[in-house]
């Protein structure tokens, strides 16, 4: 009987995980769903340490990392997120087991076989956690901070370089990738837009969310909208509104104040 934890601060991704569970083979008692950084700080404090931790990453307080700072959680973790950029691929590096929601059976299946496989696990030490998140995200970078100054896009029989400076964002359209520049310009790439931010200076451009990747100039303001995400307006106005969501809102949020 595996002892497990879930800290998630939406309730129905909570119930809907729980569900997924059940499904499963696994064999467990759910010891707690703990709903902020706070609460799963004083109970992993007053409680013994479970066999397993299910963890969003963006809480209502904090991001869950801060649970592990400055204790060491004797406990296998896998992470639930939306985020599908450099921190995720950074945690397939390190073989840190995560879910993309919306969960689906199949990957939370594959990420408990995986458990099961590695059982007794090694204690999650966050300050080894940190040291390897930040090598795998250095060697995600351009080497040298050598990121792309332009792309080459065609307009009729010839290529046309546009430079990052021009760029206010990348959109995707009917399975294109587009760029459109701050005069309103549009041009078609030949890249995915996961290809595309691995070639952008981060401080410059920011995923907003898996249709647009902005840069900060083209940022105008950004709206509270309903369950905690942002309504961007961007500037030319882009072919569809553009929202960032609740689990990435602060990150976007620390981005953005540079």
């Known amino acids: 009987m595996i002892r497990l934890v879930i800290i998630e601060d939406e309730p129905l991704a909570a ?19 703990l709903e902020s950084v706070s609460q799963a700080k004083k109970w992993f404090a007053e409680n013994p340490a479970p066999d397993l931790v299910l963890s969003d990453i963006q809480l209502g307080d904090g991001i869950s990392f801060q649970i592990f700072e400055n204790q ?3 406990s296998p973790i896998i992470f639930t997120t939306s985020y599908d950029e450099y921190a ?8 840190i087991d995560y879910l993309l929601k919306p969960v689906k059976q199949e990957d939370l299946e594959q990420a408990l076989e995986k458990f099961n496989k590695q059982m007794p696990a090694q204690p999650f ?6 040291q390897a998140l930040g090598q795998a995200m250095e060697q995600l970078k351009p080497a040298n901070g050598d990121y792309k100054e332009r792309f080459l896009v065609k307009q009729a029989d010839q290529l046309i370089p546009v430079t990052t400076k021009e760029i206010a964002y990348f959109f995707t359209r009917n399975d294109w990738v587009c760029l459109s520049t701050h005069e309103g310009k549009q041009y ?14 981060p401080k410059s451009f920011f995923r907003l969310n898996r249709q647009f990747i902005a840069s900060a100039q083209a940022i105008q303001k950004a709206h509270n909208h309903l369950n905690g995400k942002l309504k961007i307006e961007l500037q030319p106005l882009p072919p569809e509104e553009v929202f960032v969501s609740r689990e ?9 104040e540079g």
């Open 15 to 33: 119930e809907r995980l729980e569900k997924l569970l059940k499904k499963t083979t696994l064999e467990f008692k759910l010891l707690a769903i």
């Open 72 to 74: 060491t959680i004797a």
């Open 88 to 95: 995720i691929r950074a945690f397939k590096v390190q073989s």
């Open 125 to 130: 030490i966050w300050s080894s956690f940190q």
């Open 188 to 201: 078609l790439v030949d890249f995915t837009l996961d290809e595309v931010l691995d070639t952008l200076n």
């Open 248 to 256: 990435k809102a602060g990150i976007f949020r620390s981005w953005w």
